[in-house]
Nanobody, 115 residues
Framework: QVQLVESGGGLVQAGGSLRLSCAAS????????MGWYRQAPGKQRELVAR???????TYADFVKGRFSISRGNAGNMVSLQMNNLKPDDTAVYYC?????????WGQGTQVTVSS
């Protein structure tokens, strides 16, 4: 069983920055991909960014040029640097990891961007 623990959310003014981190533990198998999703009130959960074990990165169009994802700690940690934050970025951000076809989720961390 994989446990994902997120940190780094909070309240920031528009134009500010936050860094989210997620640490994975509990599995002896390599994580295929790690990433971040977000869910705003009344909306579906959506992909923000993900990075594979081979280093391939996917960003949602709405964060390109503003957010940057990276992996560390032998692939068991993923970080999301969020710059130039906008009020529309307000959401609960969830860490995600895959082992094969199995998906694992963190508990979520709130990001609130004030105008």
């Amino acid at each position: 069983q994989v446990q994902l623990v997120e940190s780094g959310g909070g309240l920031v003014q528009a134009g500010g920055s936050l860094r989210l981190s997620c640490a994975a533990s509990g599995s002896s198998f390599s994580l295929n991909s790690m990433g971040w999703y977000r869910q705003a009130p009344g909306k579906q959960r959506e992909l923000v960014a993900r990075i594979t074990s081979g280093g391939s990165i996917t960003y949602a169009d709405f964060v390109k040029g503003r957010f940057s994802i990276s992996r560390g700690n032998a692939g068991n940690m993923v970080s999301l640097q969020m710059n130039n934050l906008k009020p529309d970025d307000t959401a609960v951000y969830y860490c995600n990891a895959y082992i094969g076809v199995w998906a694992y989720w963190g508990q979520g961390t709130q990001v609130t961007v004030s105008s």
